[in-house]
């Protein structure tokens, strides 16, 4: 079961919810396949709102493939989770944290994906979308993103966290897009 009710009918939050990938069998254990990057994955999927992680801790996996060569996405994970693949090149580095630009538009792809697999949105290939269609998907995506990232630094008002902007989003865009050109040679 995702989630109990308490006596008055509030929505309690599983108390292991965040327990770090660290520990075998915890959810984030199960949800993370990030290797290094775990850590700093589980600190993007805090930003989520706690009923929204909680409702989907056990509906969603992340891989990334920075740290090997390749791998094989298994029936029963295909089958149980929405499966959410970062880029390597979108990975913060090692020592980056959440008041730097890196990190920040990480967590934002971490937002951005989610939000497209809880709104269970189509794939613009395989269910032959039109152009509209997927623009007001991205739209949402990107709308909820931003959403639940802004309302998060709002919580904890940090002076060295400051909300996400569109602006800040366009130019780390700009920066992940030169990287993909310069690897893959450019059209
Ligand atoms: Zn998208």
């Known amino acids: 079961m995702a989630r109990s009710s308490t006596r008055k009918g509030k929505v ?8 770090s990938s660290m520990v075998q069998g915890s959810y984030f ?3 993370l396949d990030c290797g290094p990057v775990n850590r700093m994955a589980e600190i993007a999927l805090a930003y989520l709102p706690p009923r929204v ?22 029936q029963r994970l295909r089958a149980t989770r929405e499966i959410i693949v970062l880029s390597e090149h979108a990975l913060p580095d090692y020592n980056s944290h959440e008041g ?12 951005h994906e989610t939000a497209h697999a809880i709104r269970k949105h189509r794939s613009p290939v395989y269910d032959s979308l039109e152009a509209e269609e997927i623009e007001d998907q991205e739209k949402e995506a990107d709308e909820l993103a931003l ?19 569109r602006e800040e989003i366009a130019q780390a865009q700009a920066r992940t897009q030169k990287i993909m050109l310069d690897r893959i040679g450019g059209a």
């Not at 309690?12 to 327990?19: A, F, G, H, R, T």
């Open 53 to 74: 992680l909680d409702e989907h801790k056990e509906r969603l996996a992340f891989v990334c493939m920075a740290h090997r060569d390749g791998t094989r996405l298994a």
């Open 29 to 31: 254990n199960r949800m």
């Open 12 to 19: 309690s939050i599983d108390p292991k919810l965040y327990q």
């Open 100 to 111: 730097r630009r890196d990190f920040r538009y990480f967590i934002y792809i971490v937002l």
């Open 147 to 165: 959403q639940w990232f802004n309302a998060h630094i709002a919580a904890r008002a940090n002076p060295h966290l400051p909300p996400l902007t």
